[in-house]
């Protein structure tokens, strides 16, 4: 367990309300990432972080909004969700953002836009 | 042309078998490449880094990578049910890149 937890777990919202969801972790790591999972797609990501209040943009970030106000919470808003949000949500860290550190992702979070 | 291409499977081999799942990807500055197992509902899971041409073994998995052919490979020997999942295959240069998965299933 790479000390990272995600929440919420599930959510279920209608299209045009705000959601927020957060991902923590013990391992006081500079780098965290948002991604979203859907069939035939594989992991897309949206948003990551190499410190507090340092973010920048990944392939899909339209439609979301990141901050990092301490080095252990990463939150993901999605101003006004879209039925085309609804998916699986990974948080992951890493020590650094080269291509030589490894990833570990927390549980996810499924999130259902109606 | 996706950066980091999978067969999406599924793949199926009797148990016992050995299990070959490959990935080729497109940017020649990647440097290292990764293996995740994902299992159904679950998040993926780290079970093999690679960095260098050649082989690296760890247990019952062996990561095989081929820079000029721009393709990397995972075996499973002696393979389990348990090792039914889908497996990520990632790489990179300054970000990794996901390919979609392949599935694989282990038959008794």
């Known amino acids: 367990d790479a000390g990272i937890t995600q929440s919420p777990r599930h959510k279920v919202t209608e299209t045009g309300t705000p959601v927020t969801l957060r991902c923590h972790q013990t391992?006081?790591?500079?780098?965290m990432y948002w991604y979203r999972q859907d069939p035939g797609h594989g992991l897309r990501l949206i948003h990551y972080?190499?410190?507090?209040?340092?973010?920048d943009k990944g392939e899909v970030s339209d439609g979301y909004s990141v901050s990092r106000s301490k080095t252990e919470d990463f939150l993901l808003t999605l101003e006004s969700a879209t039925s085309s949000q609804t998916s699986v949500y990974f948080c992951?860290?890493?020590?650094?953002?080269?291509?030589?550190?490894?990833?570990?992702f927390g549980p996810g979070t499924r999130l259902t836009v109606l | 042309q996706k950066e980091v291409e999978q067969n999406s499977g599924p793949l199926s081999v009797p148990e016992g078998a050995i299990a070959s799942l490959n990935c080729t990807y497109s940017d020649r500055v990647s440097q290292s490449f990764f293996w995740y197992r994902q299992y159904s509902g679950k998040s993926p899971e780290l079970i093999m880094s690679?960095?260098?041409?050649g082989d690296k073994e760890d247990g019952r998995f062996t990561a095989q990578l081929n820079k000029a052919s721009q393709y990397v490979s995972l075996l499973i020997r002696d393979s389990q049910p348990s090792d039914s999942a889908t497996y990520l295959c990632s790489g990179g240069g300054n970000k990794l890149t996901f390919g979609t998965g392949t599935q694989l299933k282990v038959e008794l």
């Open positions: 690679i960095y260098s041409n």
């Open positions: 972080s190499y410190g507090v209040k340092d973010t």
């Open positions: 391992e006081n790591h500079r780098y």
């Open positions: 992951a860290i890493s020590e650094g953002t080269s291509s030589y550190n490894e990833q570990f």
